[in-house]
């Protein structure tokens, strides 16, 4: 059975710094396309940030883009997701997916067939 669980949530003060660990088991993800989601209270679930599976080919929404960075260890089953000069407007549920097998938009959350449970980060003022 897949599995996919988080790790490196937290509270944070403004202009800190979080890196966020997915573990998956179960399965074989070298080929899969992997992603960080998030879902802010009140908000519907948002792309953050995707890896191919080669690991060279990353996307990131705007709002995160020259502040986050994703990377994987496939050799590990692990994807990372470096948070820098957090906002405020970052806080939410932090939600790491997986995909069964290459997909074409990696930045289509609905394309993802595993999910995680969650991290907190929360980004006090």
């Known amino acids: 059975q897949v599995q996919l669980v988080e790790s490196g949530g937290g509270l944070v003060q403004a202009g800190g710094s979080l890196r966020l660990s997915c573990a998956a088991s179960?399965?074989?993800?070298?080929?899969?396309?992997m992603a960080w989601c998030r879902r802010a209270p009140g908000k519907d679930l948002e792309f953050v940030a995707g890896i191919a599976w080669t690991g060279i080919n990353t996307y990131y929404a705007d709002p995160v883009k020259g502040r986050f960075t994703i990377s994987r260890d496939n050799a590990k089953n692990t994807m990372y997701l470096q948070m820098n000069s957090l906002k405020p407007e970052d806080t939410a549920v932090y939600y790491c997916?997986?995909?069964?097998?290459?997909?074409?938009?990696?930045?289509?959350?609905?394309?993802?067939?595993?999910w995680g449970q969650g991290t907190q980060v929360t980004v006090s003022s």
């Open positions: 997916a997986a995909s069964r097998s290459l997909i074409m938009n990696i930045q289509n959350i609905q394309e993802y067939n595993y």
């Open positions: 179960g399965g074989t993800f070298s080929r899969s396309s």
